[in-house]
């Protein structure tokens, strides 16, 4: 089946800092990647709908200047916590998928901000 | 978007069926019901989805109410490892075709 691979699987970061994540599609070509982010026993929360080629659709309440997307290929897209502080400690997960097909999701980034 | 009410828990003995319900009175023409399942600390895995006939895969089937404000996904035979949360979405597969998730029901399988 159709594999997204998420990197990295956890980080732990200082307050002020930056930290990225990778999210690729490395058997398909993936048109549309969405980023989700989860607090403990809590559901995902959709942040932002990426498309190849063009700029992120955030979701209302999502800072987009502080969380940045970058789908620079089919294949692969970023997110950026800018200026991380420890409200942002979180389980942040993508989903890959194509038009019309089921989505694909990574297996999420733990991030710890100290 | 559509919401869906499912209920928060529910438990199973291991090789019984399981029956996860799910209602979506408001679910427009163009949504797609999908069906996601996420184990503890990973990403959702698809399960199903479906839009008026019942459907049929290798790790569930789907039965879909005839005026399609109500789901059933059923697990014929439940293990250990089919321990999860379930997430029934309504997904406009017209629109943006995002999946936005509810609360989901979690599933306790009992050996």
């Known amino acids: 089946g159709a594999v997204v691979s998420q990197h990295p699987s956890w980080v732990i970061c200082k307050s002020g800092t930056s930290v990225k994540i990778e999210c690729r599609s490395l058997?398909?070509?993936?048109?549309?990647m969405f980023w989700y982010r989860q607090f403990p026993k809590q559901s995902l929360m959709l942040m932002a709908t990426s498309n190849e080629g063009s700029k992120a659709t955030y979701e209302q309440g999502v800072e987009k200047d502080k969380f940045l997307i970058n789908h620079a290929s089919l294949t692969l897209s970023t997110l950026t916590v800018t200026s991380a502080h420890p409200e942002d400690s979180s389980f942040y997960i993508c989903?890959?998928?194509?038009?019309?097909?089921?989505?694909?999701f990574g297996n999420g980034t733990r991030l710890t901000v100290t | 978007d559509a919401k869906t009410t499912q209920p928060n828990s529910m438990e199973s003995n291991e090789e019984e069926p399981v029956h996860l319900p799910c209602n979506h009175s408001?679910?427009?023409?163009?949504?797609?019901i999908h069906w996601y399942r996420q184990l503890p600390s990973q990403g959702p895995e698809y399960v199903i989805h479906?839009?008026?006939s019942n459907v049929n895969n290798r790790m569930a089937s789907l039965a879909i109410a005839e005026d399609r404000k109500s789901s059933t996904l059923i697990l014929h035979r439940a293990t250990l490892r089919d321990a999860a949360v379930y997430y029934c979405i309504l997904r406009d597969m017209g629109g943006s075709e995002k999946l936005v998730f509810g609360k989901g029901t979690k599933l306790t399988v009992n050996p």
């Open positions: 408001t679910i427009s023409g163009t949504d797609y």
């Open positions: 058997d398909f070509q993936a048109t549309t």
């Open positions: 989903s890959a998928g194509r038009k019309h097909t089921p989505l694909h």
């Open positions: 479906g839009l008026t």
